[in-house]
């Protein structure tokens, strides 16, 4: 069955970087497009940035700059790299495949 799995979110002091992971299994994941989301409590659910199976990367405007998608194929992993972090991205950060796929079960980012 298909599973993703994140981890690398924990609490942090403006300024610093966090590298998330995401572990994908059940699915072929080189021939999917992966994204990362991320959601503050009452806010709605916003994508962060966009890598596709060509290695194109998309980021949301709140990431430019600071935050950089990647993927290895090899083993399945999709990561998400946050430097500079701010208070305003303190959410849960989730990796999903393609634009309405499977979903992980998030991981938190807290920055103070």
């Known amino acids: 069955h298909v599973q993703l799995v994140e981890s690398g979110g924990r609490s942090v002091q403006a300024g610093e970087f966090l590298t998330l992971e995401c572990i994908g299994s059940?699915?072929?994941?080189?021939?999917?497009?992966m994204h990362w989301y991320r959601q503050a409590p009452g806010n709605e659910c916003e994508l962060v940035a966009s890598?596709?199976?060509?290695?194109?990367?998309l980021y949301a405007d709140s990431a430019k700059g600071r935050f950089t998608i990647s993927r290895d194929n090899a083993y399945n992993t999709l990561y998400l790299q946050m430097n500079t972090l701010k208070t305003e991205d303190t959410a849960t950060y989730y990796c999903?495949?393609?634009?309405?796929?499977?979903r992980g079960q998030g991981t938190q980012v807290t920055v103070s």
């Open positions: 999903q495949i393609g634009e309405n796929g499977s």
């Open positions: 059940g699915f072929p994941f080189d021939e999917r497009d």
């Open positions: 890598i596709e199976i060509d290695g194109a990367t």
